[in-house]
Each structure stands twice: as structure tokens, then as C-alpha cells.
Nanobody
Framework: QVQLVESGGGLVQTGGSLRLSCAAS????????MGWFRQAPGKERDFVAS????????YYADSVQGRFTISRDNAKNLVYLQMNSLKPEDTAVYYC????????????????????WGQGTQVTVSS
């Protein structure tokens, strides 16, 4: 069982930056691929970024490529999402996600690859 708690959301102006953090429980954090998804009002929950167990591979949605960076610190059981050059269309609730143990980072590019979800943190980008 993995519990995920996000933090770092808030209100920011267009062009600004935010860094989201996700704290994971458990002693086997390094066994899980991790990712971030987001859900805007009235829309489906979409993939944003994912990272492999050892940080060797990262994956991004086209809409955030070059602006967002996912990283993790296995010693601290943390995963981060650095968001730069934010746009109003980035406004959403952002969810941290974890895979089944041993899964590849690529599996986290789809909701079907997610085993555990956090409760979400709101990001609002004003124009």
C-alpha cells in the first residue's frame, strides 16, 4: 500500500512557475514508477509526466514538453513536478500517481497504469 500526498499548488500568473511535491509512504518507494496527471473542470484526467524507478527515463505530454520537469528523490520518498512558463490552460487539479511495483515508467503514461492516486492539488494560472 502506498499513500501519496501532494503539495505546492496555488495561484500564479501566466508565465510564472510552481513546483509540486508528492510525498510517498512506505519503504519501497524506489520500486514504483511515478507520475503526474491533471484534471480540468469538465474534462478527463490526463497524463502530464512520468518517471522510471531510478530516474533513468522520463516521459511528458506534448502539451508540457519543454516547460515541465519531473524528478524524484528516492532517499526522501519524494517526486517533484517543476512547472515553468505556465499558461491558463495548465489550470487543473494535479494528481500524483504511483504504478504497480516494478512497472516501467512508460506504463504511467496511461491512467490504466496507475495503481495509487494522491488526493490532488489545485493549480490555477491567471491570464
Amino acid at each position: 500500500q502506498v499513500q501519496l500526498v501532494e503539495s505546492g499548488g496555488g495561484l500564479v500568473q501566466t508565465g510564472g512557475s510552481l513546483r509540486l511535491s508528492c510525498a510517498a509512504s512506505g519503504r519501497t518507494f524506489s520500486s514504483y514508477a511515478m507520475g503526474w496527471f491533471r484534471q480540468a473542470p469538465g474534462k478527463e484526467r490526463d497524463f502530464v509526466a512520468s518517471i522510471s524507478k531510478n530516474s533513468g527515463r522520463t516521459y511528458y505530454a506534448d502539451s508540457v514538453q519543454g516547460r515541465f520537469t519531473i524528478s524524484r528523490d528516492n532517499a526522501k520518498n519524494l517526486v517533484y513536478l517543476q512547472m515553468n512558463s505556465l499558461k491558463p490552460e495548465d489550470t487543473a487539479v494535479y494528481y500524483c500517481a504511483a504504478s504497480d511495483p516494478g512497472a516501467l515508467g512508460a506504463t504511467m503514461t496511461r491512467r490504466a497504469g496507475v495503481r495509487y492516486w494522491g488526493q490532488g492539488t489545485q493549480v490555477t494560472v491567471s491570464s
